[in-house]
């Protein structure tokens, strides 16, 4: 029985039902006793089954469920993913694109029948706070229950959405998943903008499957921002609040997998700590971004929940994300202890489990197999934990409205080159620092890691039109903000020295570099103007408590502004927006001319 009178939802739904020809429908209202029955069904199948999950320890880990998907199914496919739009032009040269006709009678084929013996679960979702008006209602069609228990923790879901949608607005997100035979030779995710429809089958890995996330939030929001006057950026969101002082608020993109998660719940180093500062969590993975009625920009996050990087997060790293994960979390691809039911991944404590299921399936000694370089967990394992178990989640969360921002940074991962903090001198110039983003590869998408790939803004793999005019998106929304925009900023947590080790500490002390941009933000220090930007005096960052891993001579290395690899990355740059054509505002080559002139 659908949950909705809206004729749009019901006509587009039947259609789909049409096409995949399930054996029932279910509707999701988002209650309680409808999810128990699910996690009851899923957790009861055998445990060949590929939709299986297990109930964790449930004194340790109360309302955790445990998850594996196949091993050829553990990321995002970022060379199956394309954006469908009626010009070729207009999806870009850092998108797969193909015509949409072609592509809907490629795939229609394979969506024929595909839930025959299945049932189809439809999901109605929100996209940010029910009510907000930066909020967007989303469909998802699919045949895992999975999906839909992931969906419930990292949206806003069930009936509510529908009445947020209403009974006549064609304004919803259509979107269509199948795990089909979860075969990667016709594993597909698709986006038909200009149709506001996901179609994606043969996965069940969650960039890939949970639609509002990637799919919506990012590639199809993007496209809807640049039309509608808004920005969809894959940023985490924080609150920052000094002794005495207002709460401000940063956004920062990094691309996947390069610390936005563990910055976004960061807990401020000791001497901070007593001196009372504090970091509240908004969001830590993507913001919606729009010009409020003040005339500053307001983000909020359309997320509910955190589908974060499981390996490498610990008590230490990231106390606040562990503390997420205590209850009521699905945890794909790690490790099981059999011994109590509880979780592992590398980089969790020293003591992998010794009777342990790793990530594949097979039973083994946990001490044994890591001691021979074997990983219990894929370096892609995520939990997906709601936002409200966050210690330290922002009051303003669920604020209609959003935060105002005072800053942006960017970031990645560079063993060289670029220096730990820098701010661009105004808002065009940061839109060059953000287009000139790079960052080693990791294991977030499939292909090979730790190569050295341009990624704009962190947005490449999910930005849904030409990336030339995403700049010019962005230039505009620099000029309609005027005074009023953020300051932008880059940051590098990742330098090495000689012998590949990252020089700066990083995680918690992170925040040295954070009071440093606020501080700018507020006008309350000078800086050094340098051809790349405006850097730190050395004396600013604080180090009191790091003075013996941060030494002067570290710090002068981390501040470093090397000339000649920066004439090399100019080089770099001019040919990397060749790509771009007529589409590449000329006010960014104009940036890259400026610095080339300022390098000498
Ligand atoms: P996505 O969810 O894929 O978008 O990733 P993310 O950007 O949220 O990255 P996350 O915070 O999960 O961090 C990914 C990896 O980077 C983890 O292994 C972290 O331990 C590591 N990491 C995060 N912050 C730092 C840091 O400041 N320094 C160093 N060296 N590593 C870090
Ligand atoms: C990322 O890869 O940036 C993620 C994980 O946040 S996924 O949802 O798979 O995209
Ligand atoms: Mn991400």
Redesign the pocket.
């Known amino acids: 029985m659908s949950l909705t009178k809206n004729p749009n939802v019901n006509k587009w739904v039947d259609e789909m039902i049409a096409l995949t020809k399930p054996s029932k429908v279910v509707w999701i209202d988002g209650s309680k006793e409808q999810l128990d029955a699910l996690i009851e069904e899923v957790v009861a199948l055998p445990d060949d089954s590929r939709d299986k999950l297990y109930r964790l320890n449930d004194e340790k880990l109360p309302g955790c469920l445990y998850h594996r998907t196949l091993p050829n199914d553990v ?2 496919v970022e060379d199956r993913t394309f954006i469908c739009t009626r010009n070729k032009e207009d999806a870009g040269p850092t998108n797969n694109w193909c015509d949409p006709k072609e592509m809907y009678a490629k795939l229609t084929p394979l969506y024929d029948g595909v839930m025959q013996g299945r049932t189809m679960y439809v999901i109605p979702y929100s996209m940010g706070p029910i009510g907000s008006p930066l909020a967007k209602v989303g469909v998802e069609l699919t045949d895992s229950i999975y999906v839909v228990l992931n969906m419930n923790i990292m949206t806003r879901m069930g009936v509510a959405a529908f009445e947020n949608l209403g009974d006549t607005s064609d304004d919803f997100v259509r979107g269509l998943h199948s795990k089909a035979d979860v075969d990667p030779e016709n594993r597909y995710i698709v986006h038909f903008p200009e149709d506001n429809t996901i179609w994606s089958i043969n996965s069940a ?4 499957v ?1 639609l509002g ?2 799919c919506f939030a990012l590639r199809i929001a993007s496209f809807q921002g640049k039309n509608e006057g808004w920005m969809a950026e ?1 940023m985490l969101i924080l609150g920052l609040k000094r002794p005495g002082k207002e709460t401000k608020y940063i956004c920062a993109a990094f691309p ?2 390069c610390g936005k998660t563990n910055l976004a719940m960061l807990i401020p180093p000791e001497g901070y700590r007593k001196d009372g500062y504090e970091v509240f969590t908004v969001g830590d ?1 993507i913001a919606w971004l729009k010009p409020g009625e003040d005339g500053r920009l307001y983000a909020i996050n359309p997320e509910n929940g955190f ?1 974060g990087v499981a390996p490498g997060t610990n008590a230490k790293s990231n106390f606040n994300a562990l503390e997420c994960t205590k209850k009521n979390t699905i945890f794909t691809n790690v490790a099981i202890n059999n011994d109590d039911m509880t979780v592992w991944w590398e980089g969790l404590d020293k003591n992998p489990p010794e009777n342990a299921t790793e990530w594949k399936g097979a039973k083994v000694n946990g001490k044994e197999f890591t001691a021979e370089g074997n990983k219990l967990a894929h370096p892609n394992s ?1 939990f997906t934990a709601p936002a409200e178990n966050c210690p330290c989640i922002s009051p303003e969360f669920n604020n209609p409205k959003g935060v105002p921002v005072s800053a942006i940074i960017f970031g990645g991962r560079r063993a060289a080159t670029t220096p730990l903090v820098y701010q661009s001198f105004d808002w065009t110039h940061g839109t060059y620092v953000g287009s000139a983003v790079s960052s080693e590869t990791t294991a ?2 499939t292909g090979a890691v730790g190569v050295l790939r341009h990624d704009p803004m962190a947005m490449k793999p999910f930005c849904g039109y030409h990336m030339g005019d995403y700049w010019a998106h962005w230039l505009e929304m620099g000029e309609k903000l005027g005074d009023k925009a953020p300051k932008i900023f880059n940051v590098n947590w990742f330098k090495q020295d000689e012998n590949g080790n990252f020089i700066w500490p990083g995680f918690g002390d992170n925040m040295r570099v954070l009071d440093w941009i606020i501080k700018r933000c507020e006008n309350e220090i000078d800086a050094d103007e340098t051809a790349i930007g405006y850097l730190p005096k050395k004396s600013d960052i604080n180090v009191s408590g790091i003075e013996d891993e941060v030494t002067p001579e570290i710090m002068d290395k981390l501040l470093a502004v090397d000339k000649d690899l920066w004439l090399k990355e100019v080089a770099e740059m001019r040919d990397f927006y060749k790509q771009f054509g007529d589409r590449l505002p000329a006010a960014l080559s104009a940036e890259l001319d400026k610095l080339e002139a300022r390098l000498g």
């Open positions: 990321a995002r890995y969650g960039g890939n949970l996330k990637k894959h996947s997998a993975d589908f995520r977030a998408a």
